[in-house]
């Protein structure tokens, strides 16, 4: 699926706006999230913790939850924004999330304040992974 120079821009943009919305009162650990639908749409999430620390929910699940609301669940790429210099890959109930909607050869993309950035395949995030084919 084909991401071009000014989508990609355009999703750090978007993941950097979400990043300023991200409420982490306990860890101060800020996530923001885009994520470029199949249709050229752009969505996006931040991290939103709880008291209860365990109802935390991480930005890219955020993001993904804010496609399926309005209708898409197909994706060509997510962008995930923080401002650490150890960029920030996706914990492992994010990459189980996004093996459900992405392809196994999309890329998932971790960028910084420092422009630095890395990507991986959801492959490479989650190889061997539990897919909706498995309940086939
Ligand atoms: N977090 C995310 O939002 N995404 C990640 O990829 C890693 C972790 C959040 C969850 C929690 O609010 C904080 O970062 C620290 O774990």
């Known amino acids: 699926m084909t991401v071009t ?13 979400a990043y300023a919305s991200a409420y982490a009162p306990y860890s101060k650990f800020h996530v923001g999230a885009a994520a470029l ?3 050229d749409n752009i969505v996006s999430g931040c991290n939103v913790e709880n008291a209860s620390y365990g109802l935390t929910v991480c930005a890219e ?5 804010q496609a399926v609301i309005g209708g898409e669940q197909d994706f060509k790429t997510l962008v995930i924004y923080t401002e650490q ?3 920030t890959p996706p914990c492992g109930a994010c990459r189980q999330v996004i093996v459900e909607f992405f392809e196994p050869q999309a890329i998932i993309m971790a960028v910084n304040h420092l422009n630095q950035s890395k990507t991986w395949t959801v492959d490479e995030l989650l190889p061997s992974a539990f897919t909706p084919k498995d309940l086939i």
């Open 85 to 87: 210099e150890k960029l």
């Open 61 to 65: 699940r955020n993001c993904i939850a």
């Open 37 to 39: 639908t199949a249709q």
């Open 5 to 17: 120079n000014e989508q990609k821009t355009k999703l750090v943009n978007q993941a950097k706006v």
